[in-house]
């Protein structure tokens, strides 16, 4: 179904981001008919372009983003009449009033994403306010990092706050658009079978892991500042964990399921500095020349900056308050893969002969690469061989169980632009969600930068640090294997 006519200028509109996802992801809404006729999308950047110029950096981004069979020659020439180009300054005079004379009595909807580092968005909105674009009916986008404690997302939550209101703002967590996160919801609140026993009374432990094997790659400067801390526990794994264990909200919309995040968030527990392991990627070993190590690709031969964290954390709540949350995340693992586990309890008395084998249900949620959800069941192992147990997956990969359909990957800034035209924020973080979770995540870096910690090396292509293995370890517990 087509969204309404939009207008949607996209500040930073030649970076990286905008080539990469923005784009091409506006263009596979276009082919899929979501697109209607009337949508502009302009180009807003300080390089000196023309319309025509800016469609020419589009069409090489679709092109290298998209395979070249996926789409036909009429429409991406369709797409690109679409387009347009204002060069601006976010800082000064220059491109302000082109672009107000674009944006000028336009019947559509009008968004602004903000496809530019958190330290312009003040001068953004200063700017489109003073030139009359900021009217209480448009909406603006705004791309993590959302600061990097929590004083300076309060104070851009302030800023921000001056020009437009709380419905107006969109706090992209791209974690938030993937299709299985939002399975999450479908399988917890619209099944009977899981909501009984999603609690401290039948959950041991719930794991939660996002392993990648890809390095700093190209953003050695912020992400050296940044670590993973601030690049994915603070923002990612918090909005699984708070949408694994959130109490079920009254309705599906966006506050409703808001104000349950945000409970969990201020529900959890400070970590412990011996529940906190701290890790930096080495060479892989024996391939040292493409995969160096951390400091050499980021180019800081004393770089104590994490690339790996695991946690363990608890939420002080009736639900939840014996189960602890183990958190891991790390650049260079073994393998790429984002999985949720919950494991359940042992059943409180075995019938079976002691050898027969005893196994704990484990349901996993894998977000990617191959999304899906697999529920082990404990089953007689097949023939003659007596009363043995044998734990067997049931197995529901989305793409195998749903076909065609299912196998279709939208991918989570589409889906996540296509909510802001239709006004729906249930997928973007709120400003009190943002600044509650920076409040759980600052005391972790204080506590580090206060005790000069060092992150524990690991090997390229590995689980991530062995103090990682031993935090599971010494509760008896395991990490599901990344590999
Ligand atoms: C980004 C982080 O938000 O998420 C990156 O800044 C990380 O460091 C990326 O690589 C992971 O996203 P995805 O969708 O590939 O899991």
Not at 363 to 388: A, D, F, W
Request: aromatic share 10%; charged share 25%; hydrophobic share 40%.
């Amino acid at each position: 179904i087509p969204v309404d006519p939009f207008d949607l200028v996209i500040f930073g509109g030649t970076g990286d981001l905008a080539r990469r996802k923005i784009l091409p992801g506006l263009f596979r809404r276009f082919c899929a008919g979501q697109m209607p006729r009337e949508a502009r999308i302009i180009g807003a950047a300080r390089t000196e372009l023309d319309a025509s110029g800016y469609r020419d950096v589009v069409a090489e981004a679709i092109g290298e983003f998209i395979g070249h069979h996926d789409y036909t020659k009429d429409q991406l020439t369709d797409f690109l009449s679409h387009l347009d180009y204002v060069p601006i300054d976010a800082l000064g005079e220059t491109g302000w009033k082109e672009l107000q004379e674009l944006m000028a009595g336009s019947p559509h909807i009008e968004a602004y994403y903000f496809s530019v580092g958190p330290r312009l968005f003040g001068d953004l909105a200063e700017r489109l306010q003073r030139w009359g674009m900021a009217d209480s009916e448009c909406r603006i986008v705004v791309e993590k990092p959302f600061g990097r404690d929590l004083a300076t997302a309060r104070e851009l939550n302030q800023t921000l706050a001056t020009y437009f209101n709380e419905d107006q703002i969109y706090r992209i967590d791209h974690y938030l658009g993937k299709e299985t996160v939002q399975n999450l919801m479908a399988v917890r609140f619209g099944n009977m079978l899981f909501e009984p026993l999603w609690n401290a009374q039948y959950v041991d432990h719930i794991q939660i892991t996002v392993a990648e094997t890809v390095g700093v790659g190209g953003r050695a400067e912020y992400y050296d500042k940044a670590g993973a801390m601030r690049d994915m526990v603070q923002n990612h794994l918090m909005q699984l964990l708070c949408l694994i264990a959130m109490e079920p909200p009254a309705r599906f919309d966006p506050d409703a399921v808001r104000d349950e995040k945000l409970k969990v968030i201020r529900a959890l527990d400070p970590v412990k500095p011996h529940h906190l392991v701290r890790g930096q990627y080495g060479a892989e070993p024996g391939n040292e020349e493409e995969m160096p190590d951390y400091r050499t690709a980021v180019d800081n031969p004393r770089s104590r900056t994490e690339s790996f964290v695991a946690l363990k954390t608890h939420i002080s709540n009736w639900r939840w308050a014996s189960t602890p949350f183990y958190l891991r995340t790390g650049k260079r693992m073994a393998a790429r893969s984002s999985e949720i586990t919950v494991v359940f309890k042992d059943t409180p008395h075995s019938i079976f002969a002691e050898d027969a084998g005893r196994h704990r249900n484990v349901l996993s949620i894998q977000l990617q690469p191959n999304e899906g959800i697999t529920l082990g069941v404990t089953i007689k192992e097949p023939g003659p061989g007596g009363m043995r147990l044998i734990d067997v997956p049931l197995d529901m990969t989305f793409a195998e169980a749903l076909g065609e359909e299912g196998a279709e990957q939208v991918d989570a800034y589409e889906r996540l632009i296509m909510d802001v035209i239709r006004g729906n924020q249930t997928l973007f973080m709120r400003g009190d969600e943002v600044e509650a979770a920076w409040a759980w995540t600052d005391p972790i870096i204080s506590g580090w930068e206060a005790r000069n910690d060092v992150p524990k090396p690991y090997d390229s292509g590995s689980e991530g640090p062995t103090d990682a293995t031993e935090l599971m370890r010494r509760d008896s517990r395991e990490w599901r294997k990344v590999s």
